[in-house]
């Protein structure tokens, strides 16, 4: 999951060196917490937060597969 969210997120931003991702457990729910470069963080948000919405369902969907739940944290 980890893998995919920083791949796809290295590819909307312009300073891809600058994304972080940090993981917290809770039992069994994954808080992944998104960390861009302080100009960027439109390019991951998107117009109207349409591409957030994007990464949350897409993260939801591959977490769901495995049996697990996930959770979207944008920090800026």
């Not at 861009?36 to 390019?43: D, L, M, Q, S």
């Not at 597969?65 to 959770?71: F, L, M, N, S, T």
Request: hydrophobic share 45%; no cysteine; net charge positive.
């Amino acid at each position: 999951m980890k893998e995919f969210l920083e791949f796809v997120v290295k590819h909307l931003v312009d300073h891809p060196e600058s994304v972080t991702i940090e993981i917290e457990e809770k039992e069994n729910k994954h808080i992944f917490k998104l960390k861009v470069a302080e100009g960027e963080i439109g390019k991951v948000i998107g117009r109207r937060g349409q591409t957030a919405t994007s990464l949350r369902v897409l993260l939801k969907a591959i977490a769901a597969k495995e049996g697990k739940r996930a959770v979207l944290d944008i920090i800026g």
